[in-house]
């Protein structure tokens, strides 16, 4: 993927604030503004997100809210709040948000279907310095990363973390531990929902869209899951760089694997990525 300026950005945004806006005149979705689900769907940064937003997309009744994805770096507490406070019948949110109580609560109480998204750390970690050190070039911690020596120095970064720069790996995955163990909210794996474009699996995919639905109480037909899966790997998006899976086994060194096994060895067992530290 080439890099982008900021007002690249800003016309990919528009662009999709103005195909939502039409398409949410649709039949389907003007039934969505009374009965449809709210979905809040929550994801670690860099674990697809613009991939699980496909899904919600392609969906009847459902529309995005024209909001622009929910952060703690740039958006506070209140704010998110209040956000969801204005959330109607039958739209979706996209949020990369800490565990909050306070945010759960709200939630919970205005009847919201959450949903986050995970993936293997390894690829999250490629992921995120690729992504800052060559892709986007407005991106706040751009010139700090791409001033660093090599990709080795930056890879640590992600990992170790850098006072007033970015968050460790393992800080990272620690502040959204909570909405895994909520049982409110459905975790959903990068890996289960790529499908075969990304070397997952099309069962697996199929699967995954199923939980979903059934997890926002939506009846689709087999026809309609298929036709949501067909357009869900989309090089297009604004974030797409390689949307595959286990690439990391050809990125990492001897040494960076060693650090790894030491910082995340545990999450990776934890979400089901590995059995144990002999990888």
């Given at each position: 993927?080439k890099n982008q300026r900021k007002v690249d950005r800003?016309?990919?945004?528009?662009?999709?604030?103005?195909?939502?806006?039409?398409?949410?005149?649709?039949?389907?979705?003007?039934?969505?503004?009374?009965?449809?689900?709210?979905?809040?769907?929550?994801?670690?940064?860099?674990?697809?997100?613009?991939?699980?937003?496909?899904?919600?997309?392609?969906?009847?009744?459902?529309?995005?809210?024209?909001?622009?994805?929910?952060?703690?770096?740039?958006?506070?507490?209140?704010?998110?709040?209040?956000?969801?406070?204005?959330?109607?019948?039958?739209?979706?949110?996209?949020?990369?948000?800490?565990?909050?109580?306070?945010?759960?609560?709200?939630?919970?109480?205005?009847?919201?279907?959450?949903?986050?998204?995970?993936?293997?750390?390894?690829?999250?970690?490629?992921?995120?310095?690729?992504?800052?050190?060559?892709?986007?070039?407005?991106?706040?911690?751009?010139?700090?990363?791409?001033?660093?020596?090599?990709?080795?120095?930056?890879?640590?970064?992600?990992?170790?973390?850098?006072?007033?720069v970015v968050e460790s790996i393992d800080d990272v995955?620690?502040?959204?531990?909570?909405?895994?163990?909520?049982?409110?909210?459905?975790?959903?794996?990068?890996?289960?929902?790529?499908?075969?474009?990304?070397?997952?699996?099309?069962?697996?995919?199929?699967?995954?869209?199923?939980?979903?639905?059934?997890?926002?109480?939506?009846?689709?037909?087999?026809?309609?899951?298929?036709?949501?899966?067909?357009?869900?790997?989309?090089?297009?998006?604004?974030?797409?760089?390689?949307?595959?899976?286990?690439?990391?086994?050809?990125?990492f060194s001897i040494e960076q694997k060693a650090i790894?096994?030491?910082?995340?060895?545990?999450?990776?067992?934890?979400?089901?990525?590995?059995?144990?530290?002999?990888?």
């Amino acid at each position: 993927m080439k890099n982008q300026r900021k007002v690249d950005r800003y016309i990919i945004f528009s662009k999709r604030v103005l195909y939502s806006f039409l398409r949410s005149f649709t039949i389907s979705k003007i039934k969505g503004r009374f009965s449809g689900p709210k979905i809040f769907a929550n994801s670690i940064p860099k674990s697809g997100t613009n991939l699980l937003e496909k899904v919600f997309y392609q969906m009847p009744v459902i529309r995005y809210s024209s909001y622009r994805t929910l952060r703690k770096h740039t958006h506070s507490k209140e704010q998110i709040l209040k956000k969801i406070s204005f959330l109607k019948n039958g739209t979706y949110q996209m949020g990369h948000v800490d565990f909050d109580a306070d945010i759960v609560k709200q939630l919970h109480l205005n009847n919201f279907r959450t949903i986050l998204m995970i993936r293997d750390p390894r690829q999250i970690i490629i992921s995120h310095y690729k992504y800052v050190s060559y892709i986007d070039t407005n991106h706040p911690t751009y010139d700090y990363f791409k001033n660093l020596k090599d990709d080795n120095d930056r890879l640590l970064a992600v990992i170790n973390g850098v006072d007033g720069v970015v968050e460790s790996i393992d800080d990272v995955l620690s502040s959204y531990e909570g909405w895994v163990k909520d049982n409110k909210t459905l975790v959903v794996k990068f890996e289960d929902l790529i499908g075969e474009h990304g070397g997952g699996s099309d069962l697996r995919q199929n699967g995954v869209i199923k939980d979903i639905c059934k997890h926002i109480d939506m009846d689709l037909t087999e026809f309609q899951i298929k036709q949501i899966a067909n357009k869900i790997y989309d090089k297009k998006s604004p974030t797409f760089r390689a949307a595959k899976i286990d690439s990391w086994k050809e990125e990492f060194s001897i040494e960076q694997k060693a650090i790894l096994k030491k910082c995340i060895g545990n999450w990776l067992i934890k979400y089901g990525y590995e059995e144990n530290l002999n990888w």
